[in-house]
């Protein structure tokens, strides 16, 4: 029987990677996209959804870091260091417990999603909750890998980017073109960043002949790159993007000329707005900072930008599992309420709106 085989098996010969590199793979990539007819039918597009939350971890994290801790192994790592708003914290603690060596996580205190901790503490990460955001974790993660025996596996790490290429890889081979338009959440813009080199090389590779323009989008109260400055106290539920001061800031200014891409920011409310159309509408399920790609995309469609009948592919970065508390919020705030009944058929077919005697 035929199974993917990992994002370094699969691209051998376009990853950085030779006979000395250990293999360490979870069996990431190879992510389904899926056609969102009803994003379709809102915009006038032709939408897919590339859904990176079925990645082994629940996020597209899982194609750098098999990239990261395989190089490490190379050279001779005995542990691996980050720091993360949670999905590299889950990410690095696998992909190290699978290696066997260790891995240090830095997170900010309080601020990242109860399944992202649960994921760092399951695979036996050493977690460290930092007195700060997640630049301040940065920072430190930076200094020590500077000063102390361990590496870094952040996407400051080049490895990084090269492994997160793939899925642009992927997306398209599946559409057997690139697409018009690339929608995608932005935190430290190395996703983004990795997005245009893979498309870039595929087109080098003649798998396609253009480049989608790359559209990113920051939570509003997170928006460094679109307000042009470092936000010292960034705030957001999308706890994955909350950061203010992006690693690869200059890379993704770059990656924008060339496309003639777009950077926008989008209020929480729209983010959640967009978690829900996605969950209802399509099926699929995701965490706030993913749903940026769907917000991004209703905006711009609103505002014009978008011409009928463009491909559009919106990234969906991580599972909608790791963070579910947001689901059980009505719009207006309140808790979902779930129906009670007694066990009794009548009751509940009632409830249900069914009339009976069919
Ligand atoms: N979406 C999710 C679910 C993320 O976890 C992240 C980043 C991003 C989008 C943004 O990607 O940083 O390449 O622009 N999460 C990092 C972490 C910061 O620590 O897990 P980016």
């Not at 010969?13 to 809102?42: F, H, M, N, Y």
């Amino acid at each position: 029987a035929h199974q993917w085989r990992g994002v370094i098996n699969e691209y051998r010969d376009r990853l950085d990677v030779s006979d000395a590199t250990p293999v360490i793979s979870l069996g990431e990539g190879g992510t389904p996209l899926i056609e969102a007819k009803a994003l379709s039918a809102r915009t006038g597009a032709r939408v897919f959804v590339k859904f990176e939350g079925m990645n082994p971890t629940g996020s597209f994290k899982d194609r750098g870091m098999t990239m990261a801790i395989s190089k490490a192994i190379e050279h001779g790592a005995k542990a691996v260091i980050c720091a993360s708003t949670g999905n590299t914290s889950a990410s690095a603690a696998a992909y190290a417990a699978h290696a066997g060596i260790t891995a240090a996580v830095l997170v900010p205190e309080g601020k990242i999603a109860m399944g992202k901790l649960s994921q760092a503490v399951a695979h036996n990460g050493q977690l460290i909750q930092v007195q700060g955001n997640f630049d301040d974790c940065l920072d430190l993660a930076r200094d020590l890998s500077a000063n102390y025996p361990v590496h870094l596996v952040n996407s400051v790490n080049p490895d990084r980017i090269e492994g997160q290429k793939t899925a642009a890889f992927e997306v398209v081979e599946v559409l057997g073109e690139a697409p018009d338009f690339h929608f995608i959440p932005v935190g430290n813009a190395g996703n983004y960043t990795a997005y245009t080199r893979g498309y870039s090389e595929s087109i080098d590779h003649g798998d396609s002949t253009k480049l989608p323009r790359m559209f990113g989008f920051q939570a509003a109260g997170s928006a460094p790159i679109v307000d042009g400055h470092v936000v010292k106290n960034p705030e957001t539920i999308a706890s994955a993007i909350r950061i203010g001061n992006p690693a690869s800031w200059e890379l993704a200014i770059d990656a924008r000329e060339k496309t003639d891409g777009y950077f926008g920011a989008i209020d929480d409310q729209r983010i959640l707005a967009a978690q829900r159309i996605l969950s209802t509408e399509v099926g699929i399920f995701v965490e706030p900072a993913s749903a940026i790609s769907v917000a991004g995309l209703l905006e711009q469609s609103e505002a014009g930008n978008i011409p009928a009948g463009s491909t559009c592919v919106l990234t969906v970065t991580g599972h909608g599992l790791k963070d579910p508390q947001w689901a059980l919020r009505t719009e207006d705030g309140s808790d979902v309420q779930p129906t009670i009944v007694p066990v009794d058929a009548a009751e509940v077919a009632s409830v249900l709106g069914l009339a009976s005697g069919a």
